[in-house]
């Protein structure tokens, strides 16, 4: 079941205690938002993935000059575009699973933006037209298999490798992340990655002008944004939270397969 969070969230993505959900008829991509005449607290709730992208989750690399540096990568000279199957998305407090085939799984914080309406060579000067809103994933990736494989495909495609939520900031003004919206990565309550969407090298509706000029992008397809300097390693265990200020934090423990 679907429902609207209502409430602000602090600057570390934090909700306030009299936070509810207002339950939904339907699914809003599709059927509008039809409220129902239930509400619930949200710490009374299992919060499920805020999406699932019908076609795709399409994930951008070395989208912050830091983190291509920290990599010893080339800055792109346009964006660079993989693929995430669907079924690597998995929701807030899921577990991620270490596979067996990688020694080395890291994480990556991301602001991640859901597209509303189905769409195709969107100019930049309207990519907010086809933005439903934004929400947080962890770009889970095998370095090693990203690096022995060179194709991404196997690295960050295995189930439990998207998890995205805690849900879908639909009320927030795109120019917030010119200004610079913080983004940040702890790992068992440790700072691993602390960045500013001010710093992304292509914008959002670069990035969705890009995407859209080379395929249909979907109602609930997701775009990940990149992520910022300080990528590391999961063990099997560690809980890992990323948060976006003004959207909320992301949740997920690593565990054996
Ligand atoms: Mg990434």
């Excluded at 919060?47 to 019908?54: F, G, H």
Aim: with cysteine; proline share 7%; hydrophobic share 40%.
């Amino acid at each position: 079941m679907y429902g609207v969070v209502t409430g602000e969230v602090d600057e570390y993505g934090q909700p306030a205690d009299d936070t509810v959900v207002v339950a939904l008829a339907g699914d809003p991509l599709y059927v509008g938002v039809k409220l129902l005449d239930q509400q619930y607290r949200l710490e009374d709730v299992r919060l499920l993935a805020p999406v699932l992208p019908r076609s795709k989750v399409v994930g951008i690399g070395r989208n912050y000059a830091a983190h291509a540096a920290e990599m010893g990568n080339d800055l792109p000279a346009e964006p660079l575009m993989f693929l995430k199957p669907n079924t690597s998305v998995v929701g807030p407090g899921d577990p991620i699973f270490y596979p067996r085939q990688t020694q080395d799984l890291h994480y990556e914080g991301e602001l991640a933006v859901v597209i509303g309406r189905i769409c195709r060579d969107v100019p930049p000067e309207q990519a907010t037209d086809v933005i439903h809103g934004y929400t947080i994933a962890n770009d889970v990736t095998a370095r090693d298999l990203q690096k022995s494989d060179v194709q991404f495909t196997r690295a960050k495609g295995f189930d439990s490798f998207c998890p995205l939520g805690p849900w879908i900031e639909t009320d927030l003004d795109p120019q917030a992340f010119v200004d610079g919206v913080r983004i940040q990565t702890h790992v068992n309550g440790d700072v691993r990655q602390d960045g500013t969407t001010a710093d992304l090298i292509f914008d959002i509706p670069t990035l969705i002008a890009h995407v859209s000029s080379v395929m249909t992008l979907l109602p609930g397809d997701v775009i990940l944004t990149g992520t910022p300097e300080g990528v590391g390693p999961m063990e099997v265990g560690d809980e890992v939270e990323v948060s976006i200020a003004g959207i909320g934090t992301l949740v997920n423990k690593v565990a054996q397969r």
